[in-house]
Structure formats: C-alpha cells, structure tokens
C-alpha cells in the first residue's frame, strides 16, 4: 500500500499548490496622473479593494499615482497593445473616438445633476459604445470633474466685462475660440508657466477648475473667482478590451460592480472637496463672484459649434436647446 499512497499524496499536493497558485489569478495594473490625495487616485484604491473582496482575492489591482506606470496617451497605448490594463482617461479619447469630445464641451451641461443625466443616458452610452469600438478601451465607470472658473484681479460678471483681458487659455482651437469669441484675448500657455506669468503681469486671468487654482496658489496672484463653471465634465475609470476579453461572464460582473462602488464612493469624495476647497482658497482671501452664465454660454456657442467635429454637432446643438 505505501509504494502506491505516495504517487497519490504527492498528486494531493500538487493540486493544493495549484489551488494556491489560483488564489490570485491576475493582477490588474491601473495607472493614473492624479496624486494620492485626488479623489479619482483614492475612488481607485477603493476599486481594488471592491473587486478583491468580490472575487475572494482571485483578482487584485495595484494603482500608480503620479503618472508612475507612463502618461495619460503611453497607458492608452499600452492597453491597445495588451501591455497596460487599466487607466483613467476622457476627451483624449477622442483621439480614436470623436464622441469622446463631449466629455468636455463649453456650456454643453447646465448643472452636475444635468451632467449626470447625459453621461448616464443614451448620449452616455453611444459614448462608450463609441470608445470600446474605436479604442478598444472599456469604461467601466466615470467620476465628475470640478467645473472650470475665470481668475482675475477683479469681479467679472459678464463678457462685456471682459475688454481683451489677457487670458491663459489651454493650447486647444476650441478653448482658443471660445475665449477670444467672448472678449478676452485668449494666450495659449503651458501650465507650469501660468503662476510667474500672473506674477509679472504678462497675463491678467486664467481659468480652471478650484483644485487647481488651490494646488498652484493662484489665490497670492489672483484676487477674484468668477464662478463662470463654463466646462463641466466627466472623466472614465477604463480596462483594456484585451483584459476584459480575458475575464469570465462571473468575473467581468464583479468588475462592473467594483466599479459602481468606487464611482459612488468618488462622487462623496468630490462633492467634500468642491465645498473644502472653496471654503479655502475664500479664507486665503479670494472672493467669490456670481455670473451671468447664461450671457457667457450664449455668447460662446458660435465658437464651440464652429470647433466641434461634424459627427457630434447635432448633440451639442440638441443640448445647448434643452
């Protein structure tokens, strides 16, 4: 008897080990830009965390802040090719995906609550649909952006009051000719040069959403927030359709239900940190200022619709008529 048990026992521990090896079947690498303290960095650590438990451990997802793991268009690149999994990205997509460019347009979404409504409807799904076809990327969920706001050293309230203020804009047309259809004289300008160039004088404004206009101490050179909200937008947790294809029915239902988790998880997050860093950067001294939105948005639309690409047009014109 003993010669036959010990085939049968060493195959016993095989099988254990095997069961061991299986425990963890894949691990996920998701690579971000955003540092430890953003939401969307702290919603992905969450996302992790969700799908381990969901999955007893099976699949774990380590997160690299910092554009440590390579940028925004290394990652999409590399989850093209198989050799990158997962990342969070959105109007560079349209890169492939020309929809991708309503994640970002000008007075395109009246309120949060409105731009929950699209990017979770049927405008929100042709998106995505667009994306996973064109990009072979998957988004999975999508977390809110805080709306972008004029700085100035004084109270603008409309784009009368603009008079050519000399206005760091992004290098993108769209932002270019928007800016400048409204009255400013729009500067395109690489952000690491924007505080020393307020500092000096050689421009007058800028504009982006609160968490920068706090992480780059605009308020010790500017004096005022013009709350223009001209951008709001959404941004996508993605995975690779090459990983995805990789996962079962089972598994890709525990990715789906991770993802919904950290999406809520990050929205309590964003909402803490909108209220936070107002009440900030008012303590540091900048005053806050009400704006005729309507007359900015109004003013504007020609430029955006004149940027926009042909394919998505017609949505844009639908939601500036809602």
């Known amino acids: 008897m003993k010669p036959i048990m010990k085939p049968i026992l060493a195959g016993l521990a095989g099988a254990l080990l095997a069961g061991s090896a299986m425990a963890q079947e894949m691990t996920l690498q998701l690579g971000h830009l955003a540092n430890e303290e953003n939401s969307w960095h702290k919603a992905s650590v969450k996302f992790g965390e969700e799908l381990e438990s969901l999955t007893d ?23 093209q090719l198989g050799t990158a999994d997962m990342t969070i990205t959105g ?58 706001n004029l700085t100035s050293n004084r109270p603008i309230t409309s784009p ?9 804009v992004p290098n ?14 729009p ?33 010790e050179v500017q ?38 988790r950290a999406q809520d998880y990050e929205r309590e997050l964003f909402l803490e940190d909108e209220e936070r860093l107002a009440n900030t950067l008012q303590e540091a001294g900048m005053e806050f200022v009400e704006v005729d939105q309507e007359a900015f948005a109004e003013k504007g639309q020609s430029a955006v619709l004149d940027n926009v690409n ?13």
């Open 160 to 168: 009368d009051e603009l008079n050519d203020m000399k206005l760091r």
């Open 310 to 322: 042909e394919e998505i047009r017609p949505i844009v014109e639908e939601l500036f008529n809602e």
């Open 223 to 260: 004096s005022h927030v013009n709350l223009t909200e001209h951008v709001r937008s959404w941004i996508y947790l993605t995975i690779s359709e090459m990983t995805w294809n990789e996962l079962s029915d089972e598994d890709k239902e525990a990715v789906m239900e991770a993802a919904r």
């Open 91 to 148: 109007e560079s997509l349209q890169n492939w995906a020309p929809m991708a460019a309503l994640l970002a347009v000008p007075y395109a979404y009246k309120s949060l609550e409105h731009m929950d409504e699209v990017a979770s409807g049927e405008i929100g799904d042709q998106i995505e649909a667009q994306i996973i076809e064109r990009a072979q990327i998957r988004p999975i969920a999508y977390f809110a952006r805080g709306p972008r």
């Open 57 to 79: 451990g099976r699949i774990t997802v380590e997160v690299y802040p910092n554009e440590s793991l390579g940028k925004e268009m290394d990652l999409i690149n590399g989850m």
């Open 187 to 219: 500067t395109p300008m690489a952000f690491s040069e924007v505080f020393t160039s307020l500092q000096n004088g050689t421009i007058d404004g800028q504009e982006n959403p609160l968490a920068l206009i706090h992480s780059a101490n605009f308020n």
């Open 172 to 185: 993108v047309p769209l932002f270019v000719d928007f800016w400048g259809t409204l009255g400013a004289s």
